[in-house]
């Protein structure tokens, strides 16, 4: 009976290591298993995105490969709102350049046509806004659009609005290289010829730029080049004098070169005592033109002459058609008939 027993004990002590073995072989296996299941359901996923990409292949290739990147943004103009006019040359060549440069980021007219609404804002929008509904643009193109906008705002007559403007311009205290390429930007819409636009700078200079014009021998006859000779000469002025274009009083004691120096003579006396003028303020203006009143000094004389070169007046009479060595009312001119 003690045998049997004993026998009893040891068999169940194997049973239960094999168990715990068992338990072991079953815990690894069930490890492995799930390590299986997250691979396998990795590589679904694989094989699912594989597959998309091969579809989306065929696409392109069964469409003749017309897929392809879209071009780089060009900027988009400024929104025109039609409160300035004068804005309306720069935006419309804006547009027509954002329009080119980006064509394929459209793909038929009326998209080109939405864009070119959205560009607008204000009263500009107000012009071509009842030939839009349902956000549907009933224009038949883009052209019908700018033409509504030139149609407002554009200028009717670009070439005569530039010949007026540019008879106002005066370089007046202003630097050459603020002046300069506003005056160019005019006369390029003016449609004159170089000799005429030449003419019209040299009357827009400052007296000391004009003063080292008149003293050349030759002149250039062409504008680009007359141009580099003001440049030239606004150089010198500036080497001499940086500031030379800015409003100043005419001391005897601050003589800039760019000038001819004003001779120093006592100031002379009126009849009653009393200084004639003040010669560190000597100037000659359309008011001493107006009232036809001749030079008492060295000094007006000079000023009267710049002036009259400036604005292309004859320097005895001011009429604008004809210089002094010609001038019919001067008597040497006078003199020369009764001989």
Same mark, same amino acid.
């Given at each position: 009976?003690?045998?049997e027993?004993t026998?009893?004990?040891?068999? !169940?002590?194997? *049973?239960?290591?094999t168990?715990?073995s068992? =338990?072991?072989?079953?815990?690894a296996?069930?490890?492995?298993?799930s390590?299986?299941?997250?691979e396998?359901?990795?590589?679904?996923?694989?094989?699912?995105?594989m597959?998309?990409q091969?579809?989306?292949?065929?696409?392109?290739?069964?469409? @003749?490969?017309?897929?392809?990147q879209r071009?780089a943004?060009?900027?988009?103009?400024?929104?025109?709102s039609g409160?300035?006019?004068k804005? %309306?040359?720069? +935006?419309?060549?804006?547009?027509? %350049?954002? $329009?080119?440069?980006?064509?394929d980021?459209w793909?038929d007219?009326?998209?080109?046509?939405?864009?070119?609404i959205?560009? %607008?804002?204000g =009263?500009?929008?107000?012009?071509?806004?009842?030939?839009i509904?349902h956000g549907?643009?009933? +224009?038949?193109?883009?052209? !019908?659009?700018?033409?509504t906008l030139?149609?407002?705002?554009?200028?009717?007559?670009?070439?005569?609005?530039?010949?007026?403007?540019i008879?106002? $311009?005066?370089q007046?205290?202003?630097?050459?290289?603020? +002046?300069?390429?506003?005056?160019i930007?005019?006369?390029?819409?003016?449609? +004159?010829?170089d000799?005429s636009?030449?003419?019209? %700078?040299?009357?827009?200079?400052?007296?000391d730029?004009?003063?080292?014009?008149?003293n050349?021998?030759?002149?250039?006859?062409?504008?680009?080049?007359?141009?580099e000779l003001v440049?030239?000469?606004?150089?010198?002025?500036?080497?001499?004098?940086p500031?030379?274009?800015k409003?100043?009083?005419?001391?005897p004691?601050?003589?800039?070169?760019?000038?001819?120096?004003?001779?120093?003579?006592?100031?002379? !006396?009126?009849m =009653? @005592?009393?200084?004639?003028?003040? $010669? =560190?303020?000597v100037?000659?203006d359309s008011?001493d033109?107006?009232?036809?009143?001749?030079?008492?000094?060295?000094?007006?004389?000079?000023a009267?002459?710049?002036?009259?070169?400036a604005h292309?007046l004859?320097?005895?009479?001011y009429?604008?058609n004809?210089?002094?060595?010609?001038?019919?009312?001067?008597?040497?001119?006078?003199?020369?008939?009764? *001989?």
């Amino acid at each position: 009976m003690h045998e049997e027993i004993t026998r009893l004990r040891q068999a !169940a002590i194997a *049973a239960t290591h094999t168990t715990h073995s068992m =338990n072991a072989t079953i815990e690894a296996l069930q490890t492995r298993l799930s390590s299986c299941l997250i691979e396998s359901n990795d590589k679904d996923d694989i094989i699912s995105n594989m597959t998309g990409q091969i579809e989306a292949y065929k696409a392109m290739a069964a469409t @003749g490969g017309n897929h392809r990147q879209r071009s780089a943004e060009h900027p988009r103009p400024d929104p025109f709102s039609g409160d300035n006019p004068k804005e %309306l040359p720069e +935006f419309l060549q804006k547009l027509e %350049l954002k $329009l080119h440069m980006n064509r394929d980021w459209w793909t038929d007219e009326s998209e080109r046509m939405g864009y070119v609404i959205s560009c %607008l804002s204000g =009263n500009a929008h107000a012009q071509v806004s009842y030939n839009i509904s349902h956000g549907i643009v009933k +224009f038949p193109n883009v052209e !019908a659009i700018i033409a509504t906008l030139k149609t407002v705002y554009g200028d009717i007559d670009s070439a005569a609005t530039a010949q007026k403007e540019i008879y106002e $311009l005066k370089q007046g205290h202003k630097p050459l290289s603020s +002046f300069l390429p506003n005056w160019i930007a005019v006369a390029k819409r003016t449609e +004159f010829e170089d000799k005429s636009l030449i003419s019209h %700078l040299k009357r827009a200079l400052h007296p000391d730029i004009i003063w080292r014009l008149v003293n050349l021998k030759t002149v250039p006859d062409t504008l680009a080049a007359f141009i580099e000779l003001v440049r030239q000469c606004d150089s010198e002025c500036r080497q001499l004098n940086p500031g030379y274009h800015k409003k100043k009083t005419v001391s005897p004691d601050t003589f800039t070169g760019t000038t001819p120096p004003a001779l120093i003579h006592p100031t002379p !006396a009126t009849m =009653n @005592g009393g200084d004639a003028m003040d $010669l =560190n303020t000597v100037s000659w203006d359309s008011k001493d033109v107006a009232s036809g009143r001749r030079p008492r000094t060295v000094e007006e004389r000079q000023a009267r002459k710049a002036y009259c070169t400036a604005h292309g007046l004859c320097n005895w009479c001011y009429a604008p058609n004809h210089k002094s060595h010609d001038c019919p009312t001067a008597p040497w001119n006078s003199q020369e008939k009764k *001989a």
